[in-house]
C-alpha cells in the first residue's frame, strides 16, 4: 500500500484516510440502573490527514484526524459525536489516539500497531489517574458516570475497517463497562 500522501509518508495510518460508512454497529451501554442496554447503530467516520509535526527537533509525527458520528438505527437520532486525532511515531512504532466526548470527556490513549497478514491493526488503551496515556472528565462526569479505563482495537483491510472499544464506568453505583463495535466500509478517499 502507497503510504505518501500529499509528499508525507503516513505509514500506517494512511489506511484509515477516507469516509467510512457501517450499519452493523452494537452499543452495550448502562440503561438509568446500570443494567444493560442494547442498542444497534449506523455510523459515518471521516478520516482526513492533518500533516506531520517535530517536537524538539527529535520526534517527528504523522497525524490523521477524524469525526466519528453515530445514530440509532432505529430513528436516525445521533447519539454520539466524538472528534480527535490518531497519530503515529514511525522511529518507535508507536500509535496515539487522542479524543473527546461532547459528555466533557478526553481521552489520550496509546499502543500499538502491526501489519498482521495484510490487514492494519490498531491497539491503544488509558487509564484515569494516569501521567501519560489517561483519561479527564467534568466534575459532573466524575460524580456521576467515572470512566476508569478505555482500550479500542482497530482493524483495517482494504476497504472495510472494524473496531470494538470497551469504555469501564462507574455509574450509578456500580461497574459497567459500556463497549462498542461496527464493520464499516470505505465509500471515498478525502
Known sequence: MNTMIDGIDYGPLAALVGQWVGNKGVDIAPDNQANVDESKFTDELN??????????????????KYHHVIRRSKNGVIFHDQIGHWIYDSSTK???????????????????????????????????????????????????????????????????????????????GKNFEHSDKSTLQRVAYI
Open 94 to 172: 508507536a500509535v496515539v489516539h487522542s479524543f473527546s466526548i461532547p459528555r466533557a470527556v478526553c481521552v489520550l490513549a496509546g499502543g500499538t500497531f502491526q501489519d498482521v497478514n495484510g490487514s492494519s491493526v490498531f491497539k491503544v488503551e488509558a487509564k484515569a489517574g494516569s501521567e501519560t496515556f489517561g483519561i479527564l472528565q467534568s466534575p459532573f462526569m466524575l460524580k456521576k458516570a467515572k470512566t476508569k479505563k478505555f482500550n479500542m482495537e482497530l482493524i483495517v483491510k482494504g476497504n472495510e475497517l472494524k473496531y470494538r472499544q470497551v469504555m469501564w464506568l462507574y455509574i450509578y
Open 47 to 64: 478520516f482526513s490527514v492533518a500533516g506531520h509535526v517535530e517536537n524538539a527537533e527529535e520526534q517527528l509525527l504523522v497525524c490523521v
